[in-house]
């Protein structure tokens, strides 16, 4: 299935004919003098105010900055070869744009207008009054008449009708500009989960044309069986039309009396995943990881299409594994990333209350961070590589160091004593060739939905209303961003992943964050040359290489 085939149209800007049935150009730009934001650009639907210029390039946000839009554009300084910097959160309204030239030509011609009526009445050695000077009611409709004409567009669309007294209704052009503040909805939190009811505008998309958005409430008010997930139409069938499926757990978007919310991604670019559904879960049980995917199954099947990925990209939990197993029939293979193993790390620490200890021991988190460094070895050789820590193990406590280190082992590298052979396998989770590849950056793209919620929210754990705001708006985003690449409004796949990875081009911390890291993938890769040419031992490559990760919050 193709990405016409699902785009959602909410999101899509309408190709109009005109010209004997020639279709507007969507990247043409049109620059426009406003009395109080200075240049004004247009394009695609969408209107940009300046920002800032120099002498190569000018750049232009978007309109609606002040409502959460963080739409930005690059032009140069004759306002020409248009290059987005980052992508709109809500869709386009060609309407919006024609209203807003209408009435900036409305202004300039009232302007003339009126400095043509003063002219004439101090030609005739008279006063000019204030009503003299100001052109009447029956004057202004006239002019508006003659922008609408100007504008070759039909008088209808741009003006509704209050059955007032005038039979041809009010213009909305001339209808004075009420300016409000905009502040975010303030609603009770709930006191507990029977209280927890998604009703109303909460259940649906917040696009212009809201559409249905939670998917299934089990309405359970069992802490740990509660379940309600979230997912629009058209985000399944991409979902379903990709053959890689990403699952990352988010405990920081979780609200009160949820433990986590799992996020369902699929690839959209070589370096970026879009987040498609949202499951918020009172645990991680198997059970409630089986529903989930049960109702997923259930909803394609009443769409009439077949979630069957070729690739399940998983967090390191066996209750995501086992549930998996129970649930799809046909066979996929499972894979994990680095991001999803440091993760498990830091959870397994947590779990065995380590973190105070990690703390006080900087050798303890180097051991630690040598055991996650296993990934960057060929896979052939993980337990050899495994075998030389053992002496390093043997320095720390045996009640500290020997819960960690036989979890690992049972769940990455040895077989159990049944026979089984560990729950995740090292080529399922190594990424020595990812890294050999330079392809070790976008590895983690899972990472960047969880940080992207943490930065907008401000801070773990918000409030109930405040994360449906959270996914709601992901979900305008994401809608967004699929219409880019379907290719219906601007960027070419081959651009749009630019623009992705320049989303925060424009904050100095984020550039400088993304500098040290693209520096550390740089090292590891260079680690790893040297080891598959045998210049550097094993021991020294995982001591160099844990210096060089990061796990949790160290």
């Not at 300039?108 to 000077?133: G, I, Y």
């Not at 293979?333 to 620490?349: D, V």
Request: hydrophobic share 40%; with cysteine.
């Amino acid at each position: 299935m193709g990405l016409d085939e699902w785009a959602d149209e909410d999101y899509l800007l309408p190709a109009s004919p005109v010209n004997g049935g020639e279709v507007e150009d969507p990247y043409a730009i049109e620059v426009m003098d406003a009395e109080r934001s200075g240049k004004l650009l247009t394009m695609g639907g969408y209107m940009y105010t300046m920002n800032r210029a120099n002498n190569v390039s000018v750049y232009w946000q978007c309109r609606e900055k002040k409502l959460g839009c963080g739409g930005r554009l690059q032009t140069d300084i004759n306002y020409e070869a248009p290059k987005e910097l980052m992508l709109h959160n809500h869709a386009p309204n060609p309407t919006d744009v024609k209203v807003c030239k209408a009435r900036l030509l409305l202004v300039r011609k009232s302007a003339v207008a009126n400095s043509q009526a003063a002219a004439v009445a101090a030609a005739a050695n008279a006063n000019p009054s204030h009503r003299d000077a100001k052109l009447s009611r029956r004057d202004t409709e006239s002019l508006l008449q003659e922008v609408l004409n100007e504008l070759d567009d039909e008088p209808d669309s741009l003006y509704t009708p209050t059955g007032g007294a005038s039979s041809s209704g009010t213009f909305d052009l001339l209808s004075p500009v009420k300016r409000i503040k905009f502040e975010p909805r303030q609603l009770p939190e709930p006191s507990s989960l029977s209280e927890v009811n998604i009703e109303g505008e909460w259940s649906l998309t917040s696009s212009a044309s809201p559409k249905r958005f939670m998917l299934y409430d089990n309405k359970s008010e069992e802490d740990l069986s509660r379940l309600i997930v979230f997912a629009t139409d058209a985000h399944l069938r991409f979902l379903c039309s990709a053959s890689v499926a990403l699952m990352d757990v988010c405990v920081g978007l979780a609200p009160p009396f949820f433990s986590q919310v799992v996020v369902i991604q699929a690839p959209l670019a070589e370096s970026s995943g879009v987040a498609l559904v949202y499951a918020y879960m009172g645990s991680n049980s198997e059970e409630l990881y089986d529903e989930l995917l049960t109702v997923i199954l259930s909803k394609c099947s009443d769409l009439q299409i077949n979630f069957k990925p070729a690739v399940f990209v998983i967090p390191f939990d066996p209750n995501v594994f086992n549930s998996l197993k129970n649930t799809f029939l046909h066979t996929f293979t499972i894979q994990g990333k680095f991001y999803h193993l440091s993760q498990a790390m830091w959870r397994q620490i947590q779990l065995l209350d380590l973190t105070g200890f990690c703390q006080m021991s900087e050798d303890f988190r180097l051991l630690c961070c040598q055991l996650v460094a296993l990934a960057f070895i060929p896979p052939e050789k993980v337990c050899e590589g495994m075998e030389l820590l053992r002496p390093y193990i043997g320095q720390f406590p045996h009640d500290k160091v020997d819960p960690l280190v036989n979890w690992f082992e049972a769940t990455f590298l040895y077989p159990s004593s049944d026979g089984s052979g560990p729950v995740f396998p090292p080529h399922v989770w190594n990424c020595h060739e990812v890294c050999i590849q330079g392809d070790a950056y976008s590895a983690n793209v899972l990472e960047s939905c969880s940080s992207r919620f943490k930065f907008i929210s401000g801070h773990n754990r918000p409030g109930m209303f405040k994360s449906l705001d959270l996914i709601r708006c992901e979900e305008r985003f994401v809608a967004s961003q699929i219409s880019h690449h379907s290719g219906r409004l601007s960027s070419t796949s081959s651009d749009l992943q630019g623009i992705l990875s320049s989303r925060h081009m424009d904050s100095p911390s984020k550039l400088q964050q993304r500098t040290r890291l693209m520096k550390a993938h740089e090292r590891l890769q260079g680690l790893c040359h040297q080891l598959n040419v045998q210049t550097i031992e094993t021991q020294d490559f995982l001591r160099n290489v844990a210096r060089s990760i990061r796990i949790g919050d160290w």
